[in-house]
């Protein structure tokens, strides 16, 4: 049980908090904790 | 690069130091966002100061994990200011690039070239970035003449291969410059550990170079030797999605060859493989185009439509149309451009404008 939660956490830490689409959403959570926004643009390919 | 570079654990530790937004500007529901911020092509990364709304740095194409970090610094340094000399430069230079005011930004980056000298550790991303900027701001020859002037002494890197890359893109046809760029490109290609999109991009724009100077038989050899290093490529690549770019982008280098055929078992593969994906299909009606092969092409638009939403089905109605052209059949032409003027008034006005106009005027023409 512990090796699957250790890992089930390692895999939640290595992810960056993406916020999907949603603008107003990151400009937002910027404004609150006094930080830049990194935008990544992309298309399907 | 989400799946990779994005997520690197180098990256990570700056998860506290930014708000992380991703864009998919094929997506409809960003067309306010792709409005306020164009971008000049994708994959762009942007760095927006939250109190003024607006970007303090841009970077467009790939970069490695350790590239990326730095930019991030960088971005924060534009944003919250702090550094001295060639770095506040830098800094400067980059707020006005992400405004777009190319020209100044450009100026700014050469001064910060300057100010840093041959050793500066940011010296390799501030030439690619006034690179870029002398590209995007049509300074056509002084991207050319910055770039075969700093890249022959540069690391050779993904960097490098990008600046070779744009100055060909710059270059006028028998140009000095071009024929520098061009021996370069030679050395970029063969480059290991540059990712393979930098590396075809490279392939490309060395073809291409060549058709501006109307060197067919260059263009072509070239051009075939790109199409073996993205089969190489796809042979390597260890799982479906990794194959991909290089399949998509080998179906550009076979209808150039004239070899529609050569890519068209790597592209029904993919479409095995990634059902759920329009992309295969749409590159597959665009080689039956090629081929002649119209009752195939159809039915592959047929299946991409399907499978595809947003501005990516809006534009597959125009080579549905165009398939139907081809094959002779207007009044089938005709209701496809209806059917896609109709579909892009569903979708927000400012993102789908460009290609109604295209349905638009095809139907006209089809008239």
Known sequence: MIPH????????????????????????????????????????? | MRANVLNDPA?????????????????????????????????????IDPATNKPVLSWYGTATAPQL???LEDGLRAANGGGSGADALLAQADKLNGQKDYAKAAALYEQALQAGGPHWPRRSRAIESLVMADLFGKNHAACAAVAAREASAMTRDRSFVNIVDMGLQCAEARSQEMAELRQLAAEGVKLRGVGSDDISGL?????????????????TRITEEWAAYLKQAIATAPTPEARMSSVLTLTI?????????????????????????????????????????????LAACDRAIGKASGLA??????????????????EAARQTYSDGLQYGRTLPEAAAAPTIKMLSEALDKAK
């Open chain 2, 313 to 330: 089905k809006l534009r597959l109605y125009v080579t549905r149309g165009n398939v139907l052209q081809s094959k002779g059949d207007l």
């Open chain 1, 5 to 45: 939660l250790m890992l089930l956490f390692a895999t939640v830490a290595l992810n960056l908090p993406w916020v999907d689409n949603d603008y107003g959403k990151a400009l937002a959570d910027a404004k609150a904790r006094h930080v830049p926004v990194f935008v990544e643009v992309w298309a399907p390919w």
């Open chain 2, 69 to 71: 970090g730095k930019l």
């Open chain 2, 11 to 47: 990256l990570v530790k700056q998860a506290r130091q930014f708000a992380w937004l991703s864009i998919d500007s094929d997506n409809p529901v960003n067309a306010a966002f792709i409005e306020k911020f164009p971008s000049e092509g994708v994959p762009f990364f942007l760095v």
């Open chain 2, 253 to 297: 280098a076979a209808v150039r060859m004239h070899k529609p055929e050569v890519a068209l078992p790597e592209v029904e593969r993919a479409e095995r493989d990634l059902p759920d994906d329009y992309n295969p299909p749409y590159r597959a009606a665009r080689l039956y185009i090629a081929m002649g092969r119209y009752d195939d092409a």
């Open chain 2, 203 to 219: 392939y490309d724009d060395w073809a291409a170079s060549y058709r501006k100077d109307k060197d067919e038989a260059a263009d």
